[in-house]
């Protein structure tokens, strides 16, 4: 069974935001949107446009379990710097810096 509130809480985990900042995105309170992140209630249809929205994906991508998001959605430019240095393998760095269309660093 595929659960849209397994793929929230990964969403929302990569981005590093709170149950409260995707609510207040999505102008709702948080225990609702935290019912749907723990699959015990379903989602409005209409909210869903909505929660694709807040987290930068498709409304397709919500109902996949076994999507791979983008490394541009879990590191913000603040952080991309740290990231690079801490990959120690080069093809890990070539891929992360393609996937966010910078050149690699001499």
């Known amino acids: 069974m595929n659960y849209i ?3 929230l809480r990964k969403l929302r985990s990569i981005q590093n935001k709170s149950q409260q900042q995707v609510a207040d995105i999505v102008h709702i309170d948080r225990k609702t949107y935290a019912s749907w992140e723990n699959n015990q ?3 409005k249809g209409s909210y ?3 929660l694709a929205e807040a987290f930068g ?6 109902f ?3 999507k791979n998001f983008n490394i541009e959605q879990k590191f913000d430019n603040s ?3 740290t990231a690079i240095l801490i990959l120690t ?3 890990a760095v070539d891929r992360v810096l393609d996937a966010l269309k910078l050149d690699k660093p001499k």
């Open 89 to 91: 393998d080069s093809n």
């Open 5 to 7: 509130g397994d793929t």
């Open 79 to 81: 952080t991309i710097n």
């Open 64 to 66: 996949n379990q076994s």
């Open 41 to 43: 209630t379903d989602v």
């Open 57 to 62: 994906v498709e409304v397709s991508e919500l």
């Open 48 to 50: 869903i446009p909505k």
